[in-house]
């Protein structure tokens, strides 16, 4: 509303055009646009993607088929060791089961896979591979 002053009192509103109207809530709108515009340039920034794990390393190994039902863990490392000629050692206390299914997988990826999972990992010491907690890793 606009209000305009008269000589003999006190101000009377006056009836705005549509025109008017109509060019002014435009304004509004398009002022109301220009500010979420400016908003989201401040919150928008460019983003960095970040990789969560460490990239995979290359398997050499050759494809194989793994299928373990509640299979022990131990026995399951053994199997590996023999199959594929490792000269292994198995950290005291490692213990669990193995349920899995792996077609066509580098048999040195499914053995890094299952330990893994199982919160171990490889050492190499020259010719002797060692199964470990992931933690003494460079304890041992």
Known sequence: MIFTWLASGPPAPAMESAANKDKKEKKEKTLHVQKIKKDLEKQTTPFNIKTITKPSKKYKGEPGDFI?????????????????????????????????????????????????????????????????????????
């Not at 490792?86 to 890094?112: E, F």
């Not at 199982?118 to 992931?134: C, F, Q």
């Open 68 to 140: 373990f039902k509640d299979a022990d863990l131990e026995n399951v490392i053994l199997f590996f060791a023999k199959q594929y000629k490792l000269n292994i050692i198995i950290d005291p206390g490692i213990s669990g089961k193995v349920t899995c299914r792996m077609i066509r997988v580098p048999w040195d990826q499914a053995l890094d896979v299952i330990l893994k999972q199982h919160g171990l990992v490889m050492v190499s010491e020259g010719s002797i591979t060692r199964a470990a907690p992931i933690k003494n890793k460079k304890n041992h």
